[in-house]
């Protein structure tokens, strides 16, 4: 049974990382092959300009890509030495819930290179591309955080009971109530959302307002309560948990986690502003995309080297 | 078996949920036996591999001596 979780985990990660790398390539190849048009080019760029700038910001997203992708690896191998016994089962579902959060930013990044294409050649089929680039931004994510909770919650019952982990939830579900709140006044505030009068700008989603409620709004705030909920449910093991040693790896585990997870949610709810950074300057807007860039980085690597030093107290 | 138990009581303090991994492979790679067969009189010897082991994994020496110690009571 072990060694077959082991060879199916092995078998989830080769197709994993194959399919991410094509995907990287892909973004590789559109960014840089997309048309400088009238409606791309918004900040008047030169060509070599904007090359320079492309490279300034896929350096960076290369290197975030790299630390999940290390993080990732680092994650398997500690799950296959840990796969039988309950913390293991967790763990695992908490790794791939991380991997699918990881895939949905690598499609996130192919979709906005495919874009330019879009905006310059086939604006016939620009509608369905917001639209279906939508609904995979929220579905995603959704399944990652599901995937997260599951573990988390699965890691919580370990060292306490469902009564304990639902009297903890008063604060986290406040929170995920007042952030809410914020998203849905934002996105209904958005003046753009079902069409858009700017050229090269298209609308948010294309979408009825009740459309946008159920579909859009609904889904997204389920991902955030389990998100929150699992970033919880770590809290109280990371608590709760025995030995001085496993617990301070754990620690570290839990903050990369709780960087990523929070992080991510921050990201959705950014979005849901991003016509108010119509006006910001060009620099801001940089600034912007590398402190984010950074974050994230430090949250895979956080991540990392708590997954090592878990691994280590199993391989000694 | 008892004595496996109360070792793996007290790795849990230092190692939690990962202690009963911990105590059997050091069991099985060093002592070359079945954990559940660990007796007081193997204590002596498992220990020594337990400092070593233990050491690679934190640099506190004094949580070492003191998860050795208890240990190692055990055999009396």
């Given at each position: 049974m072990e060694?077959?979780a082991?060879?199916?985990?092995?078998?989830?990660?080769?197709?994993?990382?194959?399919?991410?790398?094509?995907?990287?390539?892909?973004?590789?190849?559109?960014?840089?092959?997309?048309?400088?048009?009238?409606?791309?080019?918004?900040?008047?760029?030169?060509?070599?300009?904007?090359?320079?700038?492309?490279?300034?910001?896929?350096?960076?997203?290369?290197?975030?890509?790299?630390?999940?992708?290390?993080?990732?690896?680092?994650?398997?191998?500690y799950t296959?030495l840990i796969i039988v016994s309950e913390d293991g089962k967790a763990v695992r579902l908490i790794g791939?819930?991380?991997?699918?959060?990881?895939?949905?930013?690598?499609?996130?990044?192919?979709?906005?290179?495919?874009?330019?294409?879009?905006?310059?050649?086939?604006?016939?089929?620009?509608?369905?591309?917001?639209?279906?680039?939508?609904?995979?931004?929220?579905?995603?994510?959704?399944?990652?955080?599901?995937?997260?909770?599951k573990g988390s919650y699965k890691l919580a019952l370990t060292v306490t009971d469902k009564?304990?982990i639902?009297?903890?939830?008063?604060?986290?579900?406040?929170?995920?109530?007042?952030?809410?709140?914020?998203?849905?006044?934002?996105?209904?505030?958005?003046?753009?959302?079902?069409?858009?009068?700017?050229?090269?700008?298209?609308?948010?989603?294309?979408?009825?307002?009740?459309?946008?409620?159920?579909?859009?709004?609904?889904?997204?705030?389920?991902?955030?309560?389990?998100?929150?909920?699992?970033?919880?449910n770590l809290?109280i093991f990371?608590?709760k948990t025995t030995g001085?040693?496993y617990?301070?790896?754990f620690?570290?585990?839990?903050?990369?986690?709780?960087?990523?997870?929070?992080?991510?949610?921050?990201?959705?709810?950014?979005?849901?502003?991003?016509?108010?950074?119509?006006?910001?300057?060009?620099?801001?807007?940089?600034?912007?995309?590398?402190?984010?860039?950074?974050?994230?980085?430090?949250?895979?690597?956080?991540?990392?080297?708590?997954?090592?030093?878990l691994?280590?107290?199993e391989?000694? | 078996?008892?004595?496996?138990?109360?070792?793996i009581?007290?790795?849990t303090?230092?190692l939690g949920p990962a202690a009963e991994r911990?105590?059997?492979?050091?069991?099985?790679?060093?002592?070359?036996?079945?954990?559940?067969?660990?007796?007081?009189?193997?204590?002596?010897?498992?220990?020594?591999?337990?400092?070593?082991?233990?050491?690679?994994?934190?640099?506190?020496?004094?949580?070492?001596?003191?998860?050795?110690?208890?240990?190692?009571?055990?055999?009396?």
């Amino acid at each position: 049974m072990e060694t077959s979780a082991k060879k199916h985990s092995s078998i989830f990660l080769s197709i994993y990382i194959l399919v991410s790398g094509l995907l990287w390539i892909a973004y590789f190849i559109l960014t840089f092959s997309t048309p400088l048009t009238e409606a791309s080019n918004k900040f008047n760029l030169t060509l070599f300009s904007r090359t320079l700038l492309q490279i300034s910001i896929i350096l960076p997203i290369f290197i975030a890509w790299f630390a999940s992708f290390y993080a990732t690896i680092g994650l398997k191998k500690y799950t296959d030495l840990i796969i039988v016994s309950e913390d293991g089962k967790a763990v695992r579902l908490i790794g791939v819930g991380i991997s699918v959060l990881i895939f949905g930013l690598v499609l996130s990044l192919v979709a906005g290179s495919l874009r330019g294409y879009i905006l310059a050649y086939y604006t016939e089929y620009l509608k369905l591309f917001v639209i279906i680039n939508n609904y995979i931004t929220v579905a995603v994510p959704l399944v990652s955080y599901w995937l997260i909770f599951k573990g988390s919650y699965k890691l919580a019952l370990t060292v306490t009971d469902k009564k304990f982990i639902k009297s903890n939830r008063f604060f986290p579900i406040c929170i995920t109530l007042v952030l809410s709140a914020v998203y849905i006044v934002s996105l209904f505030l958005n003046p753009i959302r079902q069409s858009s009068p700017y050229p090269g700008t298209p609308a948010t989603y294309y979408l009825s307002d009740l459309w946008i409620l159920l579909t859009i709004c609904i889904p997204y705030i389920i991902g955030w309560f389990l998100g929150v909920f699992s970033i919880c449910n770590l809290k109280i093991f990371t608590k709760k948990t025995t030995g001085f040693i496993y617990k301070k790896s754990f620690k570290r585990f839990n903050l990369g986690i709780t960087i990523i997870v929070g992080f991510s949610i921050m990201m959705q709810i950014l979005s849901s502003f991003s016509v108010s950074f119509r006006n910001i300057s060009f620099d801001w807007i940089l600034v912007i995309v590398y402190i984010i860039i950074a974050i994230l980085v430090a949250g895979y690597l956080i991540l990392a080297s708590g997954v090592n030093k878990l691994k280590d107290i199993e391989i000694v | 078996m008892e004595t496996y138990n109360q070792t793996i009581k007290i790795a849990t303090d230092y190692l939690g949920p990962a202690a009963e991994r911990f105590i059997a492979r050091q069991v099985a790679a060093h002592l070359k036996k079945n954990p559940k067969d660990l007796t007081k009189e193997d204590l002596l010897k498992l220990t020594e591999w337990l400092r070593i082991s233990i050491s690679l994994l934190t640099e506190d020496q004094k949580m070492v001596d003191e998860c050795i110690g208890r240990i190692q009571s055990l055999a009396v």
